[in-house]
């Protein structure tokens, strides 16, 4: 099992930064579960609703709002393991998660790629998508693989399924993946369950969850179907999910980087507590793409000093919520 190094200790012998005081996570706190309550998420899945509705909250059928009340928030939270392991085909490459530990995953997901024989930019396939993978399985700071790219010379409708098969057959990380839709994830899971089970015959697959999923609310505060349905597959089946929001101060949300943290929190919490109205105790991750919108260029200001600035207060959001967390950016 793979341990990464830990990062943050008090003693001082490696780089921390705390951007809030404990009295200022309090406050962001507070402000997340009003919007929560008061302003509430669009939810465009009924069986999400159904189980919103069970937990306790407010629905309006009508325009599809859900307010959320604090104790829901708090059960929620308090039923969420604050240690997570991204498990591996090869156990020595176990990755585990939880309070201070750092580790690097590759980004994605992208769309092209120039062709390292040609120089031509063109869409990905799925022989990048095996080239892309035994990188990713070679590069040791990598610690699990998030689907690089896509296999677009495949159909489409299938397209994540051959994703899934490229990198399972050329790396023993662990995988994470981003489908759209119930079907294709359960079927995800099924084959990850034939690939764990080749490789633990002895073992119950549930100690061998080779496959987690990443989704992305929807800036502001929305919830739409394929984020439901991946959150209610992996609580069901005690996949991780990391629950990602991605955010852009100026344009999705407040122009001011206190209240794009309030959304961005508003927006994981509102899928943490989908997850464990789901199945208590389904592991999860608090994650972040959020970042600045430039104005200039319509673009997200991917390396701004802005999304430092947020990864940095996601992070103290995660830690205080005693969840591990994955921010994006570079």
């Not at 024989?117 to 022989?127: I, L, Q, S, V, Y």
């Not at 994830?185 to 034939?194: C, K, Q, T």
């Not at 970042?291 to 390396?303: H, S």
């Amino acid at each position: 099992m793979r341990r990464d190094k830990f990062a943050g200790y008090t003693t001082g012998g490696g780089f921390r930064l705390s951007p809030f005081t404990k009295e200022e996570l309090d406050h962001i706190h507070r402000a997340t579960l009003e919007v929560l309550e008061h302003k509430g998420v669009f939810v465009q899945h009924d069986e999400a609703m159904d189980y919103f509705a069970k937990g306790g909250a407010k629905i309006d059928t009508k325009t599809k709002i859900v307010r959320i009340p604090p104790f829901m928030v708090k059960e929620a939270l308090m039923s969420c393991p604050e240690t997570v392991v991204m498990h591996a085909r090869d156990p020595k490459r176990d990755a585990v998660l939880e309070a201070n530990r750092v580790a690097f995953t590759n980004f994605g997901e992208a769309l092209n790629i120039y062709d390292i024989d040609t120089g031509e930019h063109r869409e990905t396939t799925k022989r990048d998508m095996c080239d892309i993978a035994r990188i990713c399985d070679w590069v040791n700071v990598i610690s699990v693989v998030e689907q690089p790219a896509g296999s677009h010379d495949m159909p489409q409708e299938i397209g994540h399924l051959h994703d899934y098969e490229a990198l399972m057959n050329n790396t023993s990380k662990h995988v994470v993946m981003m489908p759209h839709g119930a079907e294709i994830a359960e079927l995800l899971v099924r084959m990850s369950e034939l690939a764990a089970k080749a490789h633990f015959p002895d073992d119950p697959v549930e100690d061998h969850r080779i496959l987690s999923f990443l989704i992305c609310p929807v800036s502001p505060l929305r919830l739409l179907e394929p984020t439901c349905d991946i959150i209610i597959v992996a609580a069901r089946n005690r996949c991780v999910c990391n629950v990602l929001s991605m955010a852009m101060s100026g344009g999705s949300s407040s122009i001011h980087l206190a209240g794009t943290l309030v959304t961005h929190n508003a927006e994981v919490l509102s899928g943490i507590v989908l997850s464990q109205l789901v199945n208590r105790g389904a592991p999860i991750i608090y994650g972040s793409s959020t970042t600045a919108f430039d104005l200039r260029t319509g673009c997200a200001a991917v390396g701004s000093p802005e999304l430092g600035m947020i990864g940095a207060a996601v992070g103290a959001m995660a830690q205080y919520y005693n969840l591990p967390s994955w921010t994006a950016g570079g």
